[in-house]
């Protein structure tokens, strides 16, 4: 029992150490940017529903769209890109789709729109290699136009994701510096009104969102699968096929960027919007695979760290960044639960409690730092959002907790996955929504016919 004592506080140095010099820096250089750029930590959501605005002179963009049946949200998705963001140029890639994707790519039409069709066998074989063939597409469109790569952006939008208007426009400008590579836009859930889409955005929009910010300041802000712009020169300089067939392709490429002296940035002049998920099934399921992805990153460490382009704060931070489910949430899941244990047990097992006094004294006093976390992470998402009133957002804040074991439950998941080299992508369910007329307005009568084409892998 003494040897399990000692282990247990071992790991909670470890967990206490590592989350108050990474986890609390990057928290506290989040907020600090947000203020000073935005004027408060609300201050993103008024600068972000500002008027849409052209695309700076010079530039142009492409929105990478894979679908793969997505008949329930691809029409209020490219309305939305139509409508709100002038000059986007859209590439949707059927990945094999069976259903009415395509039929409705071709309803809503513009000359602004390509379809790109894939077959089997070459479809569904992961979302890497439907966005590599958008991409051929766009380096075609950018060839023959004789468009300057490095003025050229690659957008990646999930199909049910929406952007803030003028998001593009507003994204450009962080690539006025030619050492960004990438940038990626904070995300938020829609449907908060049900109480585990609320708990979803508040994950989203409070520390995810903040910590990425303080990311800005080492340049390794983490890319993401929706809502991902990429310089094209710099997914050239990776190679044909920047995006990998990863269970987390969108971390991969942010690394790869890195690995090659990029700066990966954000800004809180804009977000992205997606649905989130209420079967809690899908919603363990989702996040097994991303922890499973993020967990088979670490491979990339030897490499991140041979590469002398990425500089020594990048390397650090990516190196804590691809650690944390190792350091923080495995063993915080073995401590949390190792508490609870010898406040329940007490005396009779053997196992002495922690303070003298009955089990709620006990588990009162060891609940009170994850409790308190989450107190914080409500209050932050409460400073953050204009749709949660201030004792509501702290009602919720032991509802948190749902999410700190669902991180434990989709770690250890993943690691058994990994341990039995179970490799399995899922694709997520969308589910119907009521266009809103602000991002989907209603489809012409008679739109400009959409270019199609058939997609044939290329000798690079």
């Not at 690394?255 to 363990?284: C, D, H, K, M, Y």
């Not at 992805?293 to 490499?303: C, D």
């Not at 949660?388 to 919720?396: E, G, M, N, Q």
């Amino acid at each position: 029992m003494a040897a399990l004592d000692t282990i247990i506080r071992y790991l909670t140095a470890v967990i206490a150490v590592f989350t108050g010099i990474y986890s609390t820096s990057l928290l506290a250089l989040g907020i600090a940017l947000t203020r000073r750029t935005d004027g408060s930590l609300r201050g993103q959501l008024r600068r972000a529903h500002e008027p849409p605005v052209a695309l700076p002179a010079g530039w142009n963009v492409f929105a990478l769209v894979p679908c793969l049946n997505e008949e329930r949200v691809i029409a209020s998705t490219l309305g939305c890109l139509l409508d709100g963001q002038p000059g986007v140029r859209i590439v949707v890639v059927d990945d094999g789709s069976n259903d009415a994707t395509s039929r409705i790519v071709h309803a809503v039409g513009g000359n602004r729109v390509t379809l790109v069709r894939r077959t089997s066998p070459d479809a569904r074989q992961g979302k890497g290699a439907a966005l590599n063939a958008g991409l051929r597409t766009v380096r075609e469109h950018a060839a023959k136009e004789g468009l300057d790569t490095s003025r050229v952006l690659v957008c990646v939008l999930d199909a049910d994701g929406r952007m803030t208007p003028g998001a593009a426009s507003r994204v450009t400008q962080r690539f006025a510096d030619p050492a960004v590579g990438g940038a990626q836009l904070a995300v938020r859930i829609r449907g908060r009104h049900r109480w585990v889409l609320r708990l979803q955005d508040l994950e989203f929009w409070a520390l995810s969102a903040l910590t990425q910010f303080g990311r800005i300041a080492t340049g390794t802000v983490s890319m993401g699968g929706n809502g991902q712009f990429s310089r094209l020169s710099a997914l050239d300089s990776i190679g044909p096929r920047p995006w990998s067939d990863s269970l987390t392709e969108d971390l991969d490429l942010g690394i790869s960027l890195a690995t090659r002296g990029w700066t990966v940035t954000s800004t809180t002049t804009a977000f992205v919007s997606q649905q989130g998920l209420t079967s809690p099934r899908r919603l363990l399921r989702q996040r097994a695979r991303w922890y499973h992805g993020h967990m088979s990153a670490i491979r990339r460490l030897p490499e991140l760290w041979a590469r002398p382009a990425v500089g020594l704060r990048g390397r650090l931070e990516l190196t804590g960044y691809l650690l944390v489910p190792y350091l923080v949430v495995l063993p915080a899941s073995v401590v949390q639960h190792y508490a609870l244990l010898r406040a329940w047990c007490g005396n009779g097992a053997g196992m002495p409690r922690f303070v003298p006094g009955p089990v709620w004294l006990n588990v009162l006093v060891l609940q009170s730092l994850p409790f308190i976390a989450c107190l914080v992470s409500a209050l932050l998402y409460w400073y953050r959002t204009d749709d949660l009133s201030f004792w509501k957002a702290v009602c919720w804040s032991p509802a948190v907790m749902v999410c700190l074991y669902l991180g434990f439950a989709a770690g250890w998941r993943a690691l058994w996955q990994i341990l039995a080299r179970r490799r399995h992508w899922t694709k997520t369910e969308r589910a119907v929504e009521t266009p809103v007329t602000s991002e989907a307005p209603a489809l012409a009568s008679a739109p400009s016919p959409v270019r199609t084409t058939n997609d044939a892998p290329r000798t690079p």
